[in-house]
């Protein structure tokens, strides 16, 4: 054993000594399934950024997970899938940074024969940027968020064996890949792009709206500027994009106005326009005087200033500051601008040089006035903190660290002063430290919060538990999903998706993927971090709202950003989720609620269901974030749901699709408390209406898979139905009668309170006779508007459907532990 590897599993290596050319066997055994990883100790360097290897041998489940780690990654983890790592993986392509795989670029699986090549393109004083290569060509461009140069360790995980791989280490690697951008074939390209050599076009050819382009190096001091011959516009001009970009998205969202990792420019049409046989370019200009310096480093963070030229002419330009790494050549292809030509040779630098010079020197002014309030805005000290004297702070310009000795005993909780706003809604933490027995509760609460109880278990507050995963809000965990544990190496998210005057939306976040929403009943949110160490250390890294821009975006069409069970994977093919054998019922949530476009969300039923098989189906549901106070009306429902079981059995067969849909109404836009229309849908028929007030935050999609369902298949195609998908005359005659039911009710509360004064003080029976009436009147008008939405209101029934879901995540309990039946409507 030379002492150069790390090993844990059942892998097989080679560990003799290296020399030049040398491919060291790997291999993992036939049985084997997770947790088998290796780590080589020698780190990529400047002069050795490179390793690869070749897949011999594969078993149609298997996995190989190639990418660069540090030493703090435990053994049962992937690189990418841990805070300051990356990694590929063989079976999908995908390639993650820290645990988000969003970028332009999207890799490309790999088959027996093929090589996959990691390259360290840039070694940077904070970020790095990382090149990887399928058989020599640029597949993918990832940012290394490690700082320390001596931890870029190559790492591999592997699953499901046999594998058999051939690896050439850092130190054996005789020859460094050379990408050249003047090489078309080696521009990254998304899947839907072809590109035809001998015409040097590259066209989009598939379904999706757009797609993306880009250069394998960033622009640099000798290639500042390319160009795109648009061989393609519609009529009324609209052209392909052209932008610059960072090798993938910056970790976190940058503050300041000019720090972006995208700048896009677009003939929309409309105020530009452009026709085939034109040129666009973009470009970027440095300091005019800082360039001339024979030290001067192009891939540094600096201002920069960026602009636009058509046909060579500059038409735009803007200050931004380049992150490390530099900005990439970026193109977007639509449908109406689908063939392009780049040009990176005519005019890698603009002719114009002089003016450029002036244009910067006159921008500068503003743009250091706009990062030095930037740079105030993220000014932290420790007077801007609730905190108990045990935890440890170091603040820095970005983010704060933290840390718990193991020698403090107990709860120790750091709230930071600065309440969360619409414009900064959202706080992050980077786990560093953990125990499995330790434990840390994230969320938010009211001012001056205790500083030796959890958040989500005292008083008004929410938090998430760090040791079961589970969900607080106002001291109960119940909700529409169980949440998950994190752990040492974990990314979590805390964000205000939704401020009410009553009740606001919490939505936690686990490696920028949703895990469920919860309530908070307290006008002015601070963000507040409970620790408590049991014997060890904790220590963690803060990105507080005001150092942080915006929250990760989800992407509803995207089923890995739905909120899934512990456990849950996806057939991204067929749309389908898989989720593990459970005796409970198994919840999966979207991550926003119905509004705007997303307006309605459907499944399709695949698998048997009936009395024959002895198998229910999935239910769907509408339902508010978290649990609400007891009602003031019929109308304020949390949830409704249908499932097609008894009565409802014989309206559904395998095969059809089955839906939810929210009507928003603009009559009751402006109206503190909102009536909507909610919708079922099957086979994209409106079936069922009713109305019902709008809940805090809206309505969520949700999905309940009872015992023996183990799979869903989400459709997609149909998350937007339109303004207007119940007619005109449906929605005033609905409008109508859910007014009249809000008006009795009123008048009832009024009546009940005059019914309620002692028989002292009144003898008037007609008062008494007149209530009763009215009270006769609004439940028959209530009946009628329930027939709208069950065949059956035998309590057998409900019964029966409150036993089935009673066990599951999705029910609503009162504080005496009895279900709030009554405020769910169910079509059953």
Known sequence: MTGLYRCAGDILFDDNPLFPGKIASVQLKQYSETSNFLQYQGPLTPQNPYFSTQVKTVAPHSKIIVGIANTGIVEDAQPGSWNNTVGFHSNSGRCLSSHNDIANTEGEALKIGDIIGVLVTHFGLKMSTVMFLKNNKPI??????????????????????????GIIWPEAVTKTPQVSDRDMTKWLKHPEVKYVAESEVFMHVGSLPEVAIQGPLPLSLDFEHFEVIVLEASNSGVGPSIAIATCSPLKPSPTCLLLRDFFRWLADGETWKVAAGQKIGIGIHYHPDAKASSIFNDKQQQLVMCYVTLDTMIIYWKMLIQPEGGFYPLILLNKEASKIQIDINTNRHAAVTDRLDDLYRKELV?????????????????GMFNKSHAILLDTEEEKCHLRLRASDIGIHVIQFQRHLTPDHSYFCIEIGELNEDSVITAGVASHKFPLNKYPGKHGVSTGWVSRDGKLFFNEKSEGNTEGIRFEKGDIIGIQVHSFGKKSSVILFMKNFRPIGTRFVTVKNLFPTIAFCGNGYSIEVDVYWQNQISLPPAFNVCNL?????PPGGQIDYMNNIVLVEDHIQPMTIQAPYPLKGEFNHFEIQLIDEFGEDCGVSPPLIVLTAAGIQKQPESTLWQDSIRFWATDAAQDTVAVGDIIGWGVMHIKSQARKRDKLVI??????????HTKVLYEPPGGFYPLIVLPLGVNRVKIELGALNMGTSPISKETVTSLLLEAETVIALEKQNKIDDTI?????????????????????????SLRDRLMVKWTDTENPDHRQRNNSDLSAGSSIRENSDGNSELSRTCNLI
């Not at 503003?366 to 420790?382: F, G, P, Q």
């Not at 008494?768 to 006769?776: D, G, I, M, P, V």
């Open 140 to 165: 993918a461009t990832r940012y290394l968020f490690e700082s320390d140069h001596k931890q870029f360790l190559p790492t591999i995980s592997l699953e499901n064996g046999p594998i058999d791989l």
């Open 366 to 382: 503003l743009a250091n006035e706009i990062t030095r309030e930037d740079t105030l805005r993220k000014e932290i000290d420790s």
């Open 560 to 564: 890995d950003h739905w909120c899934l």
């Open 678 to 687: 909610t919708y079922l849908t099957i086979n994209r028929t409106v079936r």
């Open 755 to 779: 019914t309620n004064v002692p028989k002292a003080m009144t003898d008037d029976k007609k008062i008494l006779r007149s209530n009763t009436r009215k009270k006769n009147k609004a439940k």
